[in-house]
């Protein structure tokens, strides 16, 4: 999939959704008896009304930065309407959404003026995309804040910084974007670092260096999550010998069915189970169907021509990406491939380590069953039928990451209290 394994994710503005509005209010909807003719779905509705679904990934406020009309305007992206995205809030409803991490991303490839002026304008996005909608999102800033929200009706809110390179190697600014609302860090973008080798770039560390091993105690003492997507198999591992919180892998699926540099190999899911971890299954489809994989590898265009011939014009390049795309179908990546990546991680991990990291509005192409926030129910449907009790269920839609967090966050209170 080209806007993760080739270009900046978010600059390319394609973003496809399905259409599906339904009214958004503060007591959990009614569903029609018609739309819970299927057992499987009124079942994994039932659930989600019972257990915060908790998505580990969403671009909106980078989509928000770079829409063509809002161009980084929150109120100009009205979340109360349909937006051109994957993302409102009446699709959020729909899609029975209890918590979302809205990430902060910031790209890796350029510095702008600095990382961590374009990070804190990221912050800021989301910050007042939240405050804009009181009514229906709510700054979360723990565990307990996500249970309080959810039963309030409310979708948690929480921030999630995708790129180590925002802290500019500094500590101190690590701790800065904690205080302003970071729960969880991704060590690298597609990036290697000067302290963490990234999973889409060279190898320059073999892992992580000194500091970096002091970059994850420093996120155990704050009870900040440590990401380990996008990092090499070696960052990996290095950061689950040095950490000693639970990690995450916000949006990341399993090698083993789908052989991209994204995706977490066996020997790391079983290491997961015993640091006690998640892994977020994603909706990427490059990394859930082998077969868009392979046609993303073999047949794609020269995206480096591309960038010679048109520059920083990023929209010329997606006209190009999209009228080459329009003369080379396409395969498509499924919702039962994704059930598929889920279960693998289960099998491997176990029940207690798997999670929901969709990415949507940072993906280009859309899985089908999957086009946009108000689908995730459907998922549910899917794993039901295969013979998901409604233990394992709950577990998968928010208990384990709530475990997790509560896991970080008890270890922050012990390192905090030493002396």
Do not use: C
Not at 30 to 45: M, V
Not at 102 to 126: M, N
Request: net charge neutral.
């Amino acid at each position: 999939m080209i806007s993760h394994l080739l270009l900046n994710p978010r600059a390319v503005s394609i973003m496809l959704s399905a259409a599906a509005i339904l009214s958004f209010g503060l007591a959990r909807p009614l569903y029609s008896q018609a739309s819970t003719d299927d057992p499987y779905l009124a079942r994994a509705r039932r659930i989600l009304r019972e257990t915060p679904l908790i998505d580990g990934h969403n671009d909106l406020p980078w989509r928000i930065r770079e829409d063509t009309v809002a161009r980084g305007n929150v109120d100009a992206y009205d979340l109360r309407r349909r937006t051109p995205g994957q993302t409102d809030l009446d699709r959020l409803r729909k899609g029975m959404v209890g918590a979302q991490f809205w990430s902060v991303y910031t790209p890796g490839e350029y510095p702008d003026s600095g990382y961590a002026r374009v990070e804190l304008e990221q912050i800021d996005i989301a910050r007042r995309m939240i405050e804009k909608y009181p009514d229906r999102l709510a700054l979360a800033l723990s565990a307990n804040d996500i249970r309080r929200d959810f039963k309030a009706g409310r979708l948690a809110s929480l921030l999630g910084l995708e790129g180590g390179h925002a802290i500019e190697n500094s500590l101190g600014v690590l701790r800065a974007y904690y205080d302003l609302g970071v729960r969880y860090m991704t060590l690298t973008h597609n990036v290697t670092l000067s302290w963490a080798d990234a999973a889409l770039d060279s190898a320059k560390h073999n892992g992580l260096t000194p500091f970096g091993d002091s970059v994850v105690r420093e996120m155990n003492r704050l009870g900040m999550l440590v990401d380990l997507s996008h990092v090499s198999p070696a960052t990996m591992s290095d950061a689950l010998n040095v950490t000693r919180a639970p990690v995450i892998f916000s949006h990341s699926g399993a090698r083993a069915l789908v052989d991209v540099a994204r995706n977490v190999p066996d020997s790391i899911l079983r290491r997961v189970t015993a640091n006690g971890g998640i892994v977020m299954v994603p909706f990427v489809t490059g990394f859930v169907s082998p077969a868009v994989y392979q046609y993303d590898q073999s047949t794609r265009p020269a995206i480096g021509e591309l960038q010679k011939k048109y520059g920083a014009d990023t929209a010329a390049i997606t006209r190009a990406i999209k009228d080459w795309r329009s003369a080379h179908l396409e395969p498509r990546a499924t919702l039962s491939q994704v059930a598929d990546q889920i279960e693998y991680v289960r099998k491997v991990a176990g029940v207690d380590h798997v999670g929901i990291g969709s990415d949507f509005d940072g993906i280009t192409e859309v899985v089908q069953g999957l086009e946009d926030v108000s689908t995730f129910p459907a998922l549910f449907a899917e794993l039901a039928r295969r013979g998901w009790s409604d233990s394992d269920l709950r577990k998968l839609a928010g208990e384990n990451f709530l475990r997790v967090f509560s896991q970080a966050e008890a270890v922050a209170r012990r390192l905090r209290a030493a002396p």
